[in-house]
Nanobody, 124 residues
Framework: VQLQASGGGLVQAGGSLRLSCAAS????????MAWFRRVSGKDHEFVAA????????SYADSVKGRFTISRDNGKNTAYLQMNSLKPEDTAVYYC??????????????????WGQGTQVTVSS
């Protein structure tokens, strides 16, 4: 399983970015997808997750109402639309997927496959 994250960059506070995560190596539509972020020296922080059928989503309180997770099973790609960005959103963002099909969790420990990370920097 390979996950390739992209779309990060430098943006001013209040701006928007859309992250993409292209997956390969298994049937994409069978698995939950999630986004985490990490600031240097800290643990991974859950950001958002979406179930395989796109019927269930979860968000960290810190991003609720500003970020939207989605997926296109036909393109084997998950997305994270980030609006109203704040300087505290600055981090490396990772997409992740679990080993087991139909497994849904917001815990870091529940994810076995990780993308390489994409840097998001929000200037004030």
């Amino acid at each position: 399983v390979q996950l390739q994250a992209s779309g990060g960059g430098l943006v001013q506070a209040g701006g928007s970015l859309r992250l993409s995560c292209a997956a390969s190596g298994r049937t994409f539509s069978d698995y939950t997808m999630a986004w985490f972020r990490r600031v240097s020296g800290k643990d991974h922080e859950f950001v958002a997750a979406i179930s395989r059928s796109d019927g269930l989503t979860s968000y960290a309180d810190s991003v609720k109402g500003r970020f939207t997770i989605s997926r296109d099973n036909g393109k084997n790609t998950a997305y994270l639309q980030m609006n109203s960005l704040k300087p505290e959103d600055t981090a490396v963002y990772y997409c992740a997927a679990p080993l087991r099909a139909r497994h849904y969790t917001i815990s870091t420990n529940g994810y076995d496959y990780w993308g390489q990370g994409t840097q998001v920097t929000v200037s004030s």
